[in-house]
């Protein structure tokens, strides 16, 4: 069965400091993969996606997501965190041939000035 | 401006009062879904619609009925609600399959 899996609840990091949100994925055939965000009292955006190619892939607001094939991951990165990226983070595989997105639980990011 | 609409974004009801939510979009997608936000589950799909007259169930499609009768408009209604549909609900459209989904801002629904 396709599932993806954020294990942390929550991450806290200071303010200028790098920030990782991690996400794990299990599908069958190519994995299609994407980060959105979500903020208070908003629905919710995209940042980036994985389809193919580079396995580095940049997106909005200055982050970035590593896809590493062996260890099924597509963490998010950003190199310098800043207080306005705290926010609701969910990681998502496409699955199956009507595109459906199955998502994780959400990692809630809080950055600390 | 490209969108998704939701209407109402709060709802408060009561058990067995029928219900809609409405959804609209402006960006001609063919693909729409409804999906439910509850803590520590994340988002699960209710229903989705690959286009207009064509809708197929999600994973939790009991107690929800949708209609696809023109491409922008994809309501959600619940004909009978009860407490354990209180949730977040969104709905979400997009252009093509390895698109990414543009969300409405969300239906905070309360069923006592």
């Known amino acids: 069965a396709q599932s993806v899996a954020q294990p942390e609840d929550q991450v806290n990091v200071a303010e200028g400091n790098p920030l990782t949100v991690k996400c794990t994925y299990s599908v069958s055939g190519n994995p299609y993969l994407f980060w959105y965000v979500q903020y208070p009292n908003r629905g919710l955006q995209f940042l980036l996606k994985?389809?193919?190619?580079?396995?580095l892939v940049k997106g909005s607001y200055g982050f970035e997501a590593e896809f590493n094939k062996s260890q099924t991951s597509f963490h998010l990165k950003k190199p310098s965190a800043l207080v306005s990226d705290s926010a609701l983070y969910f990681c998502a595989v496409r699955a199956g041939n009507t595109g459906k997105l199955i998502f994780g639980q959400g990692t809630t990011l809080q950055v600390k000035p | 401006e490209a969108q998704v609409t939701q209407n109402p974004r709060y709802l408060i009801t009561v058990t067995g009062k029928k219900l809609t939510v409405t959804c609209s979009q402006n960006?001609?997608?063919?693909?729409m879904s409804w999906y439910r936000q509850d803590p520590g589950l994340g988002l699960r799909q209710i229903y989705y619609s690959m286009n207009v007259e064509v809708t197929d169930k999600g994973d939790v499609p009991e107690g929800y009925k949708v209609s696809r009768k023109e491409k922008r408009n994809f309501p959600l209604i619940l004909e009978s609600p009860s407490p354990n549909q209180t949730s977040l609900y969104f709905c979400?459209?997009?252009?093509?399959?390895?698109?990414?989904?543009?969300f409405g801002n969300g239906t905070r629904l309360t069923v006592t």
């Open positions: 979400a459209s997009r252009r093509g399959e390895n698109s990414p989904l543009h």
């Open positions: 960006m001609n997608h063919e693909y």
């Open positions: 994985y389809i193919t190619g580079d396995n």
